[in-house]
């Protein structure tokens, strides 16, 4: 198994000792026996802007580390072979209750991380008046006016990501009221 926490040592396929060799300027990890590299990649997450008719931003308290305790959008791990808005829509309820079968994508982030180096966020924006219930990864659940969100978030990427939101907040009250069809997406 290719650990997502560290550079591998070994082949995921064969077994083999990799060694270290250049493909297009970038020393990778290779496999001669395979005659492979081995690519490390970001790990892809989902992070949902939640703004309800004040304009406010939901955010959580995170229960767990990275930044346990601190205020962030709610956001997860996309699951194998799921679709990411079904992991937006599965990461908000777990983690607020909220329920938003209408969310639109609306920018991917690059975001640094301790633990697997590098991960890209995948912001969507939502709306919704309802009481959020903390779950699953929060301490709590609540809207913020955005001016406390934004010097508050612990990631940067949740940050860009309320900031984003911010600049098409109009058009996206507009697209709630008339959703696009199927066909129009």
Not at 134 to 144: N, Q, V
Request: proline share 8%; with cysteine.
């Amino acid at each position: 198994m290719l650990s997502l926490e560290r550079s591998p040592k070994y082949c995921p396929y064969c077994g083999q000792t990799l060694i270290l060799k250049k493909e297009n300027a970038i020393t990778r990890p290779f496999c001669e026996n395979c005659n492979l590299f081995i690519y490390r990649n970001p790990v892809p997450v989902v992070a949902i802007v939640v703004f309800n008719k004040n304009s406010e931003v939901l955010l959580i308290k995170r229960k767990i580390e990275p930044a346990k305790g601190k205020w962030a959008l709610p956001s997860g791990f996309i699951e194998l072979h799921e679709e990411p808005d079904t992991a937006a829509r599965r990461e908000l309820a777990e983690e607020t209750g909220l329920k938003i079968e209408n969310l639109k994508l609306i920018n991917a982030f690059h975001q640094d991380s301790k633990r697997y180096e590098s991960v890209l966020v995948l912001a969507y924006l939502g709306f919704s008046d309802a009481n959020p219930t903390p779950g699953d990864d929060a301490e709590e659940a609540k809207f913020f006016p955005t001016s406390f969100a934004l010097e508050n978030v612990a990631f940067v990427s949740h940050k860009n990501a309320i900031i984003k939101a911010l600049k098409i907040l109009p058009d996206f009250k507009c697209y709630m009221e008339s959703p696009p069809s199927e066909n129009e997406r």
